[in-house]
């Protein structure tokens, strides 16, 4: 390894590392801008242009409020609580890879922090160990609903992994890969991503996506009127911020991980004709920089679209009940997970990509027969 | 002394980075046996694992690396994290700390101790040293791991996961309610 490509690597890994916690940031603003649009107000408009300063003046708040600490609790674990979960959640996006490649000289860069060909397990190991930051925080506070708030999201949280690790296998199984990388590089024509080849499994990566990242409908853990606040009713101040903060940066990475493995990275349709165009008109490497440019550019938006659907998904639909949360992971998502894989399996041995949709097609088709058979709902009297 | 510095000098960054994590890891395993709370063991013992994985990718075993953390660190760990807050061991559970099990405990590590230093000086089990010509970096990857665990260990592969099915069987038999049960 060359000097020159070692600091370009620690550039990207700075920058990397820099924009995720910029996203995060502005992602707390874009949240209520559009909880503001979704409830037809106008959310966060005073501090700067457009309300723009609103997260730095929140940060200011958080670190001038009293950091306190509960007499009785483990002082120690309480404040690697936070520190575990900003930890994991900032460690995740290492293996996303953000664009196809820089070249300068004879040097060709990855756009990546770090190629590793186990990147889906890396994610995978790290997501495992987002649940010991809410976990220690919540049972070093010493408070009953604390401690509730960190059970439920640790039971959550590991129900829902099984489902997350079963819908990825179909798409390993597809690309014969553990690397995002290569993940990518197969969904390069626009009808191979894996969005179509693998509808079923996108939906149930999604919902648990949504889980993960203690997200409405499945914000549990947090859930004020049966547990006051959850796993950070005792924190204060910053610590509460990493906290807060920590699901941001879950929400971004999760965004970037959907978009990478079933819409295709940094892939759109004609992309190989604009690179061409690009290198025949500007050169080889100016060329080919500007698509790679291109590319991280629609990546990016990918990902905004993922930020502003886990968002609009909050402010549209109501919190599921605790058993419903359990059925749900344990009696759907799984046993259709296994049976996306079986599927999926069968289709490869005759060469088929699209086998899923048959899944969806059958679902589809049972759940248009189960609401007509249901009972008509009596249209409720319209009082005057 | 000088010997083992000059052997200290000697050493190449892999070297360095296998003393720091073979110190730690037995640091963190020392911790998870004396530690008073329950809590702090479960979570000198993630140390452990997590010393560990860094030993198996010193070894170019990535897969193993994550493996053990996906599902030592991640899971397993997490259950246990999980039963000793249900079980609130904090007020100091004397009953279970007697002469005798002391002594039991005492002499179960004594025995596995010495049986584990007779099997690491065993002739037949002496690991090859580092050999040039048939070094392969790639061993550990995973795909040789699977080619491999797909055509010479595809019985005990498969018994293995025979077993799981038939635990996970098990354990949903004994955890299920039966008709009459309470709900809790």
Same mark, same amino acid.
């Given at each position: 390894?060359?000097?020159?490509?070692?600091?370009?690597?620690?550039?990207?890994?700075?920058?990397?590392?820099?924009?995720?916690? /910029?996203?995060?940031? %502005?992602?707390?603003?874009?949240?209520?801008?559009?909880?503001?649009?979704?409830?037809?107000?106008?959310?966060?408009?005073?501090?700067?242009?457009?309300?723009?300063?609103?997260?730095?003046?929140?940060?200011?708040?958080?670190?001038?409020?009293?950091?306190?600490?509960?007499?009785?609790?483990?002082?120690? @674990?309480?404040?690697?609580?936070?520190?575990?979960?900003?930890?994991?959640a /900032?460690?995740?996006?290492?293996?996303?890879?953000?664009?196809?490649?820089?070249?300068?000289?004879?040097?060709?860069?990855?756009?990546?922090?770090?190629?590793?060909?186990?990147?889906?397990?890396?994610?995978?190991?790290?997501?495992?160990?987002?649940?010991?930051?809410?976990?220690?925080?919540?049972?070093?506070?010493?408070?009953?609903?604390?401690l509730?708030?960190?059970?439920?999201?640790?039971?959550?949280?590991?129900?829902?992994?099984?489902?997350?690790?079963?819908?990825?296998?179909?798409?390993?199984?597809?690309?014969?890969?553990?690397?995002?990388?290569?993940?990518?590089?197969?969904?390069?024509?626009?009808?191979?991503?894996?969005?179509?080849?693998?509808? @079923?499994?996108?939906?149930?990566?999604?919902?648990?996506?949504?889980?993960?990242?203690?997200?409405?409908?499945?914000?549990?853990?947090?859930?004020?009127?049966?547990?006051?606040?959850?796993?950070?009713?005792?924190?204060?101040?910053?610590?509460?911020?990493?906290?807060?903060?920590?699901?941001?940066?879950?929400?971004?990475?999760?965004?970037?991980?959907?978009?990478?493995? %079933?819409?295709?990275?940094?892939? %759109?349709?004609?992309?190989?004709?604009?690179?061409?165009?690009?290198?025949?008109?500007?050169?080889e490497?100016?060329?080919?920089?500007?698509?790679?440019?291109?590319?991280?550019?629609?990546?990016?938006a990918?990902i905004?679209?993922?930020?502003?659907?886990?968002?609009?998904?909050?402010?549209?639909?109501?919190?599921?009940?605790?058993?419903?949360?359990?059925? /749900?992971?344990?009696?759907?998502?799984?046993?259709?997970?296994? @049976?996306?894989?079986?599927?999926?399996g069968?289709?490869?041995?005759?060469?088929?990509?699209?086998?899923?949709?048959?899944?969806?097609?059958?679902?589809?088709?049972?759940?248009?027969?189960?609401?007509?058979?249901?009972?008509?709902?009596?249209?409720?009297?319209?009082?005057? | 002394?000088?010997?083992?510095?000059?052997?200290?000098?000697?050493?190449?960054?892999?070297?360095?980075?296998? =003393?720091?994590?073979?110190?730690?890891?037995?640091?963190?395993?020392? =911790?998870?046996?004396?530690?008073?709370?329950?809590?702090?063991?479960?979570?000198?013992?993630?140390?452990?694992?997590?010393?560990?994985?860094?030993?198996?990718?010193?070894?170019?075993?990535?897969?193993?690396?994550?493996?053990?953390?996906?599902?030592?660190a991640?899971?397993i760990?997490?259950?246990?994290?999980?039963?000793i807050?249900?079980?609130?061991l904090?007020?100091?559970?004397?009953?279970?700390?007697?002469?005798?099990?002391?002594?039991?405990?005492?002499?179960?590590?004594?025995?596995?101790m010495?049986?584990?230093?007779?099997?690491?000086r065993?002739?037949?089990?002496?690991?090859?040293?580092?050999?040039?010509?048939?070094?392969?970096?790639?061993?550990?990857?995973?795909?040789?791991?699977?080619?491999?665990?797909?055509?010479?260990?595809i019985?005990?592969?498969?018994?293995?996961?025979?077993?799981?099915?038939?635990?996970?069987?098990?354990?949903?038999?004994?955890?299920?309610?039966?008709?009459?049960?309470?709900?809790?």
């Amino acid at each position: 390894m060359d000097l020159t490509v070692l600091l370009v690597k620690g550039l990207i890994i700075l920058v990397i590392f820099g924009i995720t916690l /910029l996203i995060a940031t %502005y992602s707390t603003y874009a949240e209520r801008k559009v909880a503001g649009f979704l409830q037809d107000r106008l959310g966060p408009n005073r501090a700067g242009p457009f309300g723009l300063l609103q997260p730095i003046a929140d940060a200011g708040k958080m670190f001038f409020k009293e950091d306190f600490i509960p007499a009785q609790a483990s002082k120690w @674990l309480f404040i690697l609580g936070p520190c575990l979960a900003m930890l994991t959640a /900032l460690m995740s996006s290492a293996v996303i890879p953000f664009g196809d490649s820089i070249r300068f000289g004879e040097y060709t860069i990855p756009m990546q922090a770090i190629e590793i060909n186990i990147g889906v397990l890396y994610i995978f190991g790290v997501v495992s160990l987002g649940v010991y930051g809410i976990m220690v925080g919540g049972w070093a506070s010493n408070n009953k609903f604390s401690l509730l708030g960190a059970i439920r999201a640790a039971s959550q949280n590991i129900s829902y992994e099984i489902a997350l690790g079963l819908s990825l296998i179909a798409i390993l199984m597809m690309t014969g890969s553990l690397s995002l990388r290569a993940i990518v590089e197969e969904q390069a024509t626009f009808f191979e991503w894996n969005v179509f080849t693998q509808p @079923l499994g996108f939906i149930i990566f999604l919902t648990c996506a949504f889980a993960e990242c203690n997200r409405t409908p499945f914000d549990l853990p947090e859930c004020e009127t049966e547990l006051v606040g959850g796993y950070h009713t005792e924190y204060s101040s910053m610590k509460l911020g990493f906290y807060l903060f920590a699901e941001y940066i879950n929400m971004f990475v999760s965004s970037a991980f959907i978009s990478s493995l %079933y819409f295709g990275g940094y892939h %759109y349709p004609f992309m190989n004709a604009v690179h061409d165009a690009l290198t025949g008109s500007m050169g080889e490497i100016t060329g080919h920089n500007i698509a790679t440019a291109i590319g991280t550019v629609v990546f990016f938006a990918k990902i905004f679209f993922f930020i502003f659907f886990f968002m609009w998904v909050r402010w549209t639909i109501p919190r599921f009940r605790y058993d419903q949360l359990m059925n /749900l992971g344990w009696k759907t998502l799984i046993p259709l997970s296994i @049976l996306n894989v079986v599927v999926t399996g069968a289709g490869l041995l005759y060469d088929i990509k699209y086998t899923t949709w048959l899944i969806v097609v059958v679902m589809v088709v049972l759940a248009v027969m189960s609401s007509a058979r249901a009972p008509k709902s009596q249209a409720a009297p319209q009082r005057a | 002394m000088s010997e083992f510095l000059n052997q200290f000098k000697q050493l190449t960054a892999t070297g360095y980075l296998f =003393w720091v994590l073979a110190i730690l890891a037995l640091l963190s395993a020392i =911790w998870v046996v004396t530690a008073r709370n329950p809590i702090h063991s479960v979570l000198a013992l993630i140390a452990t694992f997590f010393c560990l994985s860094g030993h198996y990718i010193l070894l170019n075993a990535q897969f193993l690396a994550a493996v053990n953390i996906i599902v030592y660190a991640g899971a397993i760990m997490v259950l246990f994290l999980f039963t000793i807050m249900f079980l609130n061991l904090r007020k100091e559970d004397e009953e279970s700390k007697t002469n005798l099990t002391k002594m039991a405990a005492v002499v179960v590590g004594g025995l596995l101790m010495v049986m584990l230093i007779t099997i690491f000086r065993a002739k037949s089990a002496q690991v090859p040293t580092f050999n040039p010509v048939s070094f392969d970096s790639r061993t550990g990857l995973v795909e040789n791991l699977g080619n491999l665990l797909y055509s010479d260990y595809i019985l005990p592969f498969e018994l293995a996961s025979v077993l799981f099915l038939v635990a996970m069987v098990g354990a949903v038999m004994l955890g299920r309610r039966e008709a009459g049960d309470r709900h809790f």
